[in-house]
């Protein structure tokens, strides 16, 4: 009777440690879990930074450039981009269109996230996104443009949707 006691009280102190073990793991995966969440949170983060910076490098520019004009007070020669002030360019249009359709995405993503940020799926779906908004990083350095009156009033726009929409889904 006492061997079978000793053996009951043993496997019920070997099911408690292996149920700590067990729930010590768990916690463990959650934390790399949040963790590698967090890293990626950082990167998009960072490359959101890169979009604006050059967005707001270009604006920079030409405000200098118009600050130049005006300080040498010479009179303006217009090139011929210069001459299409008013009009925004098919490359300038078509980035900010389909990067605003990309965020819309984004906005979608984030909000089907918060309301399961478990879903397994959505670790896959968002390490597509990152990919595409890596593309649109590339495409932003590639564009090397100077942005007239009527594309950075453009930009400004679908810069201030975006932002919306931001807001709203968080």
């Known amino acids: ?17 292996a149920g700590a073990v067990g729930v010590k793991n768990y916690q463990h995966k959650k934390e790399i879990q949040i963790a590698e969440e ?3 949170q950082a990167e998009e983060d960072r490359k959101t930074k890169q979009m604006y910076d050059w967005l707001a490098k270009q604006n920079a520019k030409k405000e200098q450039e118009e600050q130049d004009e005006v300080d040498n007070d010479e009179e303006v020669v217009e090139s011929e981009s ?11 249009k078509e980035f900010l269109d389909s990067y605003e359709a990309f965020m819309d995405e984004y906005v979608d993503f984030m909000k089907k996230y918060k309301q399961n940020p478990t ?3 959505l670790i896959a779906e968002y390490a597509d996104m990152m990919s595409e908004y890596s593309d649109f990083v590339q495409a932003a350095d590639e564009l090397k443009t100077d942005l007239n009156d009527a594309e950075m009033k453009y930009y400004s726009e679908v810069m201030l949707r975006i932002e919306q929409k931001m807001l709203e889904a968080m």
């Open 1 to 17: 009777m006492k061997k079978k006691t000793i053996v009951i009280i043993v496997i019920v102190v070997i099911a408690i440690i």
């Open 119 to 121: 879903d397994a799926t």
């Open 82 to 92: 210069e001459e299409d002030d008013g009009e925004i360019s098919p490359d300038v």
């Open 38 to 40: 967090e890293r990626r």
